[in-house]
Structure formats: structure tokens, C-alpha cells
Nanobody, 126 residues
Framework: QVQPVESGGGLVQAGGSLRLSCAAP????????MGWFRQAPGKEREFVAA????????YYSGSVKGRFPSPKDNAKNTVALQRNMLKPEDTAVYYC???????????????????WGRGTQVTVSS
């Protein structure tokens, strides 16, 4: 089965930016929704944003809207998430996931996603 691969994490000062990418080797996830989640130490995995592979529909968590531009379909089967105005509370492991869109699919919950990346660490210092 296909496993998404995240990249672009690292150490950034507060107010800085990072661009995270999620790649699916071989081909695009046609018909899928690509989701971004994050998990901080001692906390549950939480939804950040999601985008249909076609790029026509996007979803954001209310807590990050305005600081996280919409994910974007890119060449080479890559979806990007630009993260600006980073805060220390954004520190977490960020995961991308792919779920087949269908009736009743909820992009904000992890249970609907079929494939998960291993995560990329984002650390924001004050």
C-alpha cells in the first residue's frame, strides 16, 4: 500500500515560516482527500487542514485558519502546506494522510484516512 512521505519540518523561531510537503510516490491520489494532522507531546492527534487531491476543496481547523494557507496540489504528486507566523504552540509532529473520499467522509477525523506518513517534526522556539 502507498505510504505518504512528509518533509519540510525543522527548527524555526516564533514568527517564522515553514513549508511542509506530502509526497505520494508513483502517482497522484486521484479521488482522495489529503489531510494534515499534528500531535504534540502528551496530546491527541489533531486536525490541521485537508484538501482534495484535485485542489477544489479545502478544510481548516478554526484554531489555525489565517496562519495556515490552503494546501496546494503540486507536480510530482506533492501536496504542500505553507505555515506562516508560527508560534511555540505549533510545535508538534506533523503527519499527512490520504483517505478515499466517499459518502459520509469526514476530513477532520483521523479514522477515515487509509494511509499515513511517518511524520515530520516542527519545533518553534520563542
Amino acid at each position: 500500500q502507498v505510504q505518504p512521505v512528509e518533509s519540510g519540518g525543522g527548527l524555526v523561531q516564533a514568527g517564522g515560516s515553514l513549508r511542509l510537503s506530502c509526497a505520494a510516490p508513483g502517482r497522484a491520489f486521484s479521488g482522495y482527500v489529503m489531510g494534515w494532522f499534528r500531535q504534540a507531546p502528551g496530546k491527541e492527534r489533531e486536525f490541521v487542514a485537508a484538501i482534495r487531491w484535485s485542489g477544489v476543496s479545502t478544510y481548516y481547523s478554526g484554531s489555525v485558519k489565517g496562519r495556515f494557507p490552503s494546501p496546494k496540489d503540486n507536480a510530482k504528486n506533492t501536496v504542500a502546506l505553507q505555515r506562516n507566523m508560527l508560534k511555540p504552540e505549533d510545535t508538534a509532529v506533523y503527519y499527512c494522510a490520504a483517505g478515499l473520499a466517499g459518502a459520509g467522509f469526514n476530513p477532520v477525523t483521523p479514522s477515515g484516512y487509509d494511509y499515513w506518513g511517518r511524520g515530520t517534526q516542527v519545533t518553534v522556539s520563542s
